[in-house]
C-alpha cells in the first residue's frame, strides 16, 4: 500500500487499524508498526503525527513494534493502566490511562533507543539550517527541548527532539522529526511562540511533572530523509533570570559527555568509535548559560555563525 | 625559537601536573562507559550486585564517605572516633555538604565536648522514609540541599606513605589529639578527624549504614506505580549518592551501579 | 601482579589491535579487543607507546620512563609508573609476549 499522511484519514479508520496492530509509522530512517486500542492514543497520534507518513498493512515488514495497552486485562477497566510494549522484556511503569500520549512517545523512544544499531544515537536534539546541524545535549531540566522548540522558530527545521541519530559510515546526523517533549514552564514558554495549534494537550501529574509535545512541523516531515553535517555541539544551562554566558568546552570533554548518553555506543562499536571521532573533527563545542529563551536562541545563533556554516 | 622553547617547556610542565596528579590518584587512563549494555539489556529493570562490603559514613553536614573500611561500634551503639578518622581518609569516594538527605543526617555534637554514652536512636536501615512528593529523584534531591561536586578516591594510590588525615573540623568528639596531614593529596577535604587513642567513642555527629557483600540492589523498588521516588533504607541511601555521582560525574568513574542508574534516569529524561 | 612476575615478561601493545585519534591535549582510543574506547593522557599515552615500539619489561619501564618524560625520578616515582602501568594492563592494551632470556 502507498504511504499517506495520517491527516489524510478519517480519525475512526487510524483507531481501527491501530486496534488491528496494522498502522505503519513510516518516519526518517525507522519504520514502527504500532498497535493500541486506546482511544486517547488514536487521538493523540492524529493530531500530533498528522503529517507524517503510514502506511495500514499488517504484512509489512518493519524495523520494530510497538504496543501501547494496558498491561493486563484487568486494567483495561479498572482503574485503568497503560503501558508500552516494545516487544522485549521491559518492565515499564504503567500509568495512569489519560497518559497514553506518554506511554506511546516514552515507547517510541525505547524501541529506537534499545534496538537500533544501524545507526550510533545520542541522547540530544537536533536542528538544522541549510543542513548544518546544531546538537543540543543536556541533563534533565537543562532546557534542551525547549532550546530546541525555540531554535524551531528561529528558522532552523527539526531532526530529533531525542536522539542524534549519526551514521557509521559518515560523519551526518539522520532526522528523527517527532513531537518535542515539553515539560513544566517550558510548555507555556513554547506554546507562546509556536501558538496554541502546535502544542498538545497538556498531560498532569506524569512522573516528569506537566508534558506536552510540540508537533513536528510538515517541512519537518518533508526532510525526514535529508541528513545534516553537525557543526555545533551545545550544552545549555537554563537557571532563571541569569545573564547569557557562553564557555567554550574542548572537544575530547563534549565527546566523553556525549558518549556517556549514547545507548548503543559500546553495542555499535567501531564503527562508533570511528564516526564518532570523525564528527568531532569538526564540531564546535560550547556551554551555554541563560536565564530566558530569547537569550539562549541568540547565543546559540551567534555560535552558529561563528562555524561559517 | 622562543615560542618553541616556550612550547617544550609548557609540554614539560603538563608532563609534570600530570605526574603529579597520577601520584595523587588520579587515574591516567578513563574508559568511557555508554549506558550502552545495561541498557539494551535492561534498562528500567536493572539491579546491580554489591559484590564486597560497602560502608557509607555521614557527618551532620551530610557529607557522606563511602569506602570499604570498618568502624567499631561499641555495645551501646557509639561508633569508635580513631576508625572513624581512619575510615574517612581511605574513603572511596566522599560526597559534599547536603549530599545525604535529612533523614539519614545525625545531630551535631554539642559544644561542649563529647556526649557520653547512650543512643542516638535505633539504626534500622528501615525507618527512614522519603518521597511521594511526585518529583523526580534529582529534584528531591536538590530539594534536600545537595551539592554536586565531590571527591572520587577510588583510584588513590593506597600505599603512599604518610599517616592519617588531618582533622581542624573540630567536629570529632573525643579526639585525642590529631596528626596533620599535610600532603595535600586531592581527596582531602581537611576535615578528617584523627585519634591517636583509637579508644574514644562519639554517640554523635556520625550515621554509619554498612552494606554487606552480595547484596542486590534493584532502584525500582524504590519507584512506586506514579513514577515517585521513594527512598528508604540504607540501599536508598546508596542509590541516592549513585544519582548525585550520576549528575556530576556522567557515567563514568567506577561507582558501582552507576550504569544501572544511569540507564534509569535516562529513561525518565526520555519519557 | 607481583614484581617477580613483572621481571619474567615483556610487554607489548599491539598497534593492530586498536584505532587511535588524537583530540586536543587527550588521545582517544578504541580496543578491538575489549570494544572499549579509553581516553589517554599525554603520560599514559607515553607510556603506551613505549611498549608499542617494542616489548619491553616492567624494570626497564621503571628505568627509563622518568627520562622519557624529562623529568627527575622524584617526579615521576616507581610506584606512579607501576600504576599507570597497572592501568595499562586492566584495560587489555598490553599483553605479555614472552618470557625474558
Given at each position: 500500500m502507498t504511504a499517506v499522511r495520517v491527516g489524510t484519514l478519517a480519525t475512526r479508520r487510524v483507531g481501527a487499524a491501530l486496534a488491528a496492530g496494522r498502522l505503519n509509522l513510516h518516519l526518517g530512517p525507522f519504520s514502527t508498526a504500532l498497535q493500541s486500542h486506546s482511544a486517547k492514543v488514536t487521538r493523540y497520534f492524529c493530531d500530533l503525527y498528522r503529517d507524517c507518513l503510514v502506511t495500514l498493512n499488517e504484512d509489512e515488514i518493519v524495523d520494530y513494534t510497538l504496543r501501547v495497552g494496558a498491561p493486563n486485562l484487568l486494567r483495561r477497566f479498572v482503574r485503568p493502566q497503560i503501558v508500552p510494549d516494545p516487544g522485549f522484556h521491559f518492565p515499564a511503569l504503567p500509568l495512569p490511562a489519560h497518559m497514553a500520549p506518554l506511554a506511546l512517545e516514552m515507547g517510541m523512544n525505547l524501541t529506537a533507543a534499545l534496538q537500533c544499531f544501524r545507526f550510533v544515537m545520542f541522547h540530544a536534539g537536533v536542528v538544522a539550517k541549510n543542513d548544518n546541524a546544531v546538537m543540543i545535549a543536556a541533563h534533565s531540566g537543562g532546557g534542551k527541548s525547549t532550546l530546541t522548540a525555540a531554535m524551531m522558530e528561529a528558522g532552523y527545521r527539526l531532526l530529533s527532539d531525542e536522539f542524534a541519530i549519526l551514521h557509521r559510515s559518515r560523519p551526518v546526523l539522520q532526522p528523527y522529526p517527532r513531537p518535542v517533549s515539553l515539560k513544566n514552564a517550558s510548555i507555556d514558554v513554547v506554546q507562546a511562540f509556536a501558538?496554541?495549534?502546535?502544542v498538545s494537550t497538556r498531560l498532569e501529574g506524569t512522573p516528569k511533572g506537566t508534558i506536552a509535545y510540540r508537533r513536528a512541523r510538515r517541512a519537518d516531515v518533508e526532510a525526514m530523509n535529508q541528513v545534516a553535517v553537525p557543526k555545533l555541539l551545545i550544552f545549555p544551562h537554563f537557571t532563571d533570570g541569569r545573564q547569557p554566558g557562553v564557555t567554550q568546552v574542548e572537544p575530547a570533554d563534549a565527546a566523553m559527555r556525549l558518549v556517556a548518553g549514547s545507548p548503543n555506543y559500546q553495542v555499535v562499536g567501531e564503527a562508533a568509535f570511528e564516526s564518532t571521532m570523525a564528527m568531532f573533527d569538526s564540531l564546535a563545542c560550547y556551554e551555554i548559560s541563560y536565564g530566558n529563551t530569547e537569550d539562549s536562541v541568540r547565543l546559540v545563533e551567534d555560535l552558529f555563525q561563528e562555524t561559517g556554516a | 625559537m622562543d615560542k618553541k622553547s616556550n612550547q617544550t617547556h609548557d609540554f614539560l610542565e603538563r608532563r609534570r601536573q600530570l605526574l603529579k596528579m597520577g601520584a595523587a590518584g588520579m587515574p591516567m587512563i578513563l574508559t568511557l562507559k555508554a549506558s550502552a549494555n545495561q541498557s539494551v539489556h535492561s534498562a528500567l529493570d536493572c539491579s546491580f550486585k554489591i559484590t564486597s562490603a560497602v560502608n557509607l559514613l555521614v557527618n551532620h553536614e551530610g557529607k557522606v564517605w563511602v569506602g570499604d573500611g570498618s568502624i567499631r561500634q561499641h555495645s551501646d551503639g557509639r561508633l569508635n572516633t580513631a576508625d572513624i578518622a581512619s575510615f574517612k581518609s581511605d574513603a572511596d569516594f566522599a560526597f559534599p555538604s547536603g549530599s545525604a538527605p535529612d533523614g539519614y543526617v545525625p545531630s551535631e555534637c554539642p559544644d561542649d565536648g563529647c556526649s557520653g554514652g547512650g543512643g542516638d536512636g535505633d539504626w534500622d536501615d528501615d525507618d527512614w522514609y522519603f518521597g511521594g512528593s511526585g518529583k523526580d529523584l534529582l529534584e528531591q534531591l536538590e530539594e534536600s540541599g545537595s551539592v554536586v561536586a565531590f571527591t572520587n578516591n577510588k583510584n588513590k594510590n593506597k600505599n603512599k606513605g604518610g599517616g592519617s588525615g588531618g582533622d581542624d573540623d573540630d567536629d570529632d568528639c573525643g579526639s585525642g589529639g590529631s596528626h596533620g596531614d599535610d600532603d595535600d593529596d586531592y581527596w582531602d577535604d581537611d576535615d578528617g578527624g584523627s585519634s591517636s587513642s583509637g579508644s574514644e567513642w562519639t554517640d554523635c555527629g556520625y550515621n554509619f549504614y554498612q552494606i554487606s557483600a552480595n547484596t542486590t540492589i534493584t532502584p525500582l523498588e524504590y519507584m512506586n506505580s506514579s513514577g515517585d521516588w521513594q527512598i528508604s533504607g540504607t540501599k536508598g541511601l546508596y542509590i541516592v549518592l549513585g544519582a548525585k555521582y550520576l549528575d556530576y560525574y556522567g557515567n563514568d568513574g567506577g561507582f558501582p551501579g552507576i550504569s544501572c542508574l544511569h540507564s534509569i534516569l535516562t529513561y525518565l529524561e526520555t519519557a | 601482579m607481583s614484581s617477580s612476575v613483572e621481571k619474567e615478561w615483556l610487554w607489548f601493545a599491539d598497534q593492530s589491535l586498536f584505532s587511535v585519534r588524537e583530540m586536543g591535549e587527550v588521545t582517544y582510543i578504541y580496543s578491538l579487543r575489549s570494544g572499549n574506547t579509553h581516553v589517554f593522557n599525554a603520560v599514559s599515552m607515553a607510556m603506551l607507546q613505549y611498549f608499542v615500539a617494542a616489548p619491553r619489561g616492567v624494570d626497564e619501564l621503571i628505568a627509563h620512563f622518568p627520562d622519557l618524560m624529562g623529568v627527575t625520578r622524584e617526579e615521576c616515582p616507581r610506584g606512579v609508573i607501576r600504576r599507570i602501568f597497572g592501568e595499562l594492563d586492566d584495560a587489555g592494551l598490553v599483553q605479555p609476549v614472552e618470557k625474558r632470556a
Open positions: 501558538g496554541n495549534d502546535a | - | -
